[in-house]
Nanobody, 127 residues
């Protein structure tokens, strides 16, 4: 079984920054896997934020976060990151990381494509 554990969430003022981390553990894949970040606000559906392929050379962002968020990964540490800058109150949500087996090319932005999910970390942006 694979476990994904998010960390780094919290309360921040509008315009501030946070860096989320997602550490993978458990069963080791023989092969590659892509990672994604999603978020879900109260009363709304879970939505795509960003994705990154196995090598880290290909990334994809939702329009709402493009230019403000950056996804990256460190395969040696089995960790993916989401650097969030210029945060807005509308970024408030629970943030989830997800894993899909394979190189990740083309990158996936639908929730049904991902095989494993973390429990989420809360991000709250105050105005």
């Amino acid at each position: 079984q694979v476990q994904l554990v998010e960390s780094g969430g919290g309360l921040v003022q509008a315009g501030g920054s946070l860096r989320l981390s997602c550490a993978t553990s458990g069963r080791t894949f023989v092969g590659s896997y892509a990672m994604g970040w999603f978020r879900q606000a109260p009363g709304k559906e879970r939505e795509f934020v960003a994705a990154i392929n196995w090598s880290g050379g290909n990334t994809y962002y939702a329009d709402l976060v493009k230019g403000r968020f950056t996804i990256s990964r460190d395969n040696a540490k089995r960790t993916v990151y989401l650097q969030m800058n210029s945060l807005k109150p509308e970024d408030t949500a629970a943030y989830y990381c997800a894993l899909v087996r394979g190189s990740g090319d083309p990158l996936k932005y639908d929730t049904t494509s991902y095989d494993y999910w973390g429990q989420g970390t809360q991000v709250t942006v105050s105005s």
